[in-house]
């Protein structure tokens, strides 16, 4: 099993399947495909170092958007991945023991393969009261690939029962209510957030970690002087204050997941779960089902561990809707082996 397997790999459904990256949908992701308009930005971003400043605004504006606890630190990193291959080398510094994590499966599968690259002892669990006893439990609320949740409650006892606890909400934009940001304060736990996902800018390459001071501190030295570019603050910070652009991309997301439902039904695929940004199915058999909608430059998500299971982001405008829909529909009619 390859530990490190990803979507996002439209350069290898070229290779197979041919065309140019443009003529390609690709779904194999949970990114926005209708981003955040960047729009202008002012040229010390590109040509100065970010200052304090740039930091701190972006930093507050985060501070607005996820409504972060004002006892909790905030550190900007180069996206969500940076977090989570930097905290498994930090919490195990100065350790002479092997430490044990626990995560959550099905799970986001970089998280268990930083924590084994950092020397961890790995296991992985079908129940969150299995977590319990961890040196580190890691939790993805909402979760990726099969879009569970817990209350704030539930993570919090979670919390309780571990030694650290790391909560990746990298897809909780659209549902604050889940969120334990305004709990981050405490000490022992992590939250990660990604700015990429929810507005469509994954090559911002743009994250956050927060948490209790004593805890970011060590984080954010290891992380060094200018974690994230000039362009990236500006961005960012742009987008987290806009709260009518956040408010219509999440009722527009609650629309489409019903309507992207509906199409995968007339593939013949069941719902297994998912979230906002993505949609998980059970398919007779997943790799026919990917290589009929990679047929029509579609390209989607399957995973080692399951032959049926087929992921799908949500698409950008009504033309690759269509696609789609038409891809979806010749499956349904025989068009590719099941």
């Known amino acids: 099993m390859n530990m490190r397997d990803h979507g996002g790999n439209l350069d290898q459904a070229m290779a197979r399947f041919g065309g140019a990256a443009t003529a390609w949908i690709d779904l194999s992701t949970g990114i926005n495909r209708v ?7 002012e040229q010390t971003a590109w ?3 970010p200052t304090t400043a740039d930091h701190d605004a972006l930093v507050g504006a985060a501070r607005i958007a996820y ?3 004002p006892a909790a630190d905030v550190v900007p990193v180069a996206g969500a991945q940076a977090a989570i291959q930097m905290l498994p080398r930090l919490l195990s510094a100065g350790h002479a023991k092997v430490l044990k994590a626990k995560v959550l499966r099905p799970s986001y599968n970089e998280h268990g393969a930083s924590l084994r690259a950092a020397g961890w002892q790995v296991s992985e669990h079908d129940h ?3 977590l319990y006893g ?6 993805v609320n909402p979760n ?3 879009g569970r949740s817990w209350s704030p409650a539930q993570v919090m006892e979670l919390r309780r029962n571990v030694g650290v606890l790391v909560v990746d909400e990298s897809f909780a934009d659209p549902v604050p209510e889940q969120s334990v940001a305004s709990l981050a304060g405490a000490g022992g736990l992590y939250v990660l957030r990604s700015f990429g996902k929810f507005y469509g800018l994954a090559g911002v390459r743009l994250g956050f970690v927060l948490g209790a001071p004593d805890d970011i501190a060590p984080l954010a030295e290891m992380a060094g002087p200018w974690p994230v570019a000039g362009p990236a ?3 960012g910070r742009a987008a987290l204050q806009d709260r009518a652009w956040q408010d219509r991309t999440t009722a527009r997301l609650a629309r489409e997941t019903v309507e992207i439902d509906g199409i995968a039904r007339a593939a013949g695929w069941s719902l297994a779960g998912g979230a906002s940004l993505f949609r998980l199915y059970v398919t007779p058999n997943a790799r026919a089902a990917q290589d009929h909608l990679a047929r029509h430059h579609i390209w989607s998500r399957i995973f080692p561990y399951s032959q049926h299971y087929l992921r799908l982001g949500l698409p950008g405008d009504r033309a690759e809707w269509a696609r ?5 529909r010749l499956a349904g009619e025989g068009e590719h082996p099941r």
Not at 35 to 41: A, I, N
């Open 35 to 41: 981003p955040y308009p960047v729009g202008r930005m």
């Open 47 to 49: 040509t100065s170092l």
């Open 67 to 69: 409504r972060i606890a």
């Open 128 to 130: 969150l009261s299995q």
């Open 134 to 139: 961890a040196d580190l439990a890691v939790l």
């Open 144 to 146: 990726n690939p099969d």
């Open 233 to 235: 603050l500006q961005i």
């Open 324 to 328: 789609l829909a038409a891809a979806c």
